[in-house]
């Protein structure tokens, strides 16, 4: 158990609607990355928060969106959903916001846009 | 695109060799990280390496970091069961903000017993 915790689990939707997707970081951790898995596409960076700011960008899709609450914990919220958006998201915590520490990653939600 | 490649995608060893996994960058990297994931997991952290030429060991895996900061490779001897997953490598590009971090696409292993 990495510490971070992810919700919902699984999440099945219908092509156009907007999901929320939930991410608390490990206790102590100020960072949060999102991640996206489909397959052959190994983890796409998305984003990254530390402490409620956003830090870098990645190949995000202008229909996504993420915060960083004052508890450090994250929600990405995916809107107008297509089919291609169905994937595994993974949310990492780590210390600091430098790209040294050692990112732990939540379970993920499995998304299944129909 | 992928800024960060990976091959193979994937690899069958048999049970007992030993196999190699290659990352590589057109860009310096400022440091390298190894993640593994075993089917149906999250990846799991397995090391760092941040400067030229570093080499680590954890057991049976070798880690290495190239002299010019551009490459990695995962060596793996006796391959057992339990290195079943996909091996990630991933890290920082110096042209890059310090929190983008960039995965290869993974080396997916099995293992035949």
């Known amino acids: 158990d990495s510490g971070v915790t992810q919700t919902p689990k699984h999440l099945i939707t219908a092509t156009g609607q907007r999901v929320t997707l939930r991410c608390s970081p490990r206790s102590g951790d100020l960072s949060v990355y999102w991640y996206q898995q489909s397959l052959d596409q190994g983890l796409q960076f998305l984003i990254q928060y530390y402490n409620g700011e956003e830090r870098a960008k990645g190949n995000i899709l202008e229909r996504f969106s993420a915060q960083q609450f004052p508890d450090l914990h994250s929600e990405l919220n995916l809107s107008s959903l297509e089919l291609g958006d169905s994937a595994l998201y993974f949310c990492?915590?780590?210390?600091?916001?430098?790209?040294?520490?050692?990112?732990?990653f939540g379970p993920g939600t499995r998304l299944t846009v129909l | 695109g992928q800024q960060v490649m990976q091959i193979p995608q994937y690899q069958h060893v048999q049970e007992g060799e030993d196999f190699t996994t290659y990352c590589n960058s057109s860009t310096t990297l400022s440091n390298i990280q190894w993640y593994k994931q075993r089917p149906g997991g999250h990846p799991v952290f397995l090391i760092q390496l941040v400067k030229s030429g570093e080499v680590k060991k954890q057991k049976r895996l070798t880690f290495q970091f190239g002299e010019a900061k551009k490459n990695s490779s995962l060596h793996i001897t006796a391959t057992q069961t339990t290195d079943v997953g996909t091996y990630f490598c991933?890290?920082?590009?110096?042209?890059?903000?310090?929190?983008?971090?960039?995965f290869g696409a993974g080396t997916q292993v099995v293992v035949t017993p």
């Open positions: 990492a915590s780590s210390a600091t916001d430098r790209g040294t520490d050692t990112q732990y």
């Open positions: 991933g890290g920082i590009l110096t042209t890059d903000s310090w929190g983008k971090f960039q």
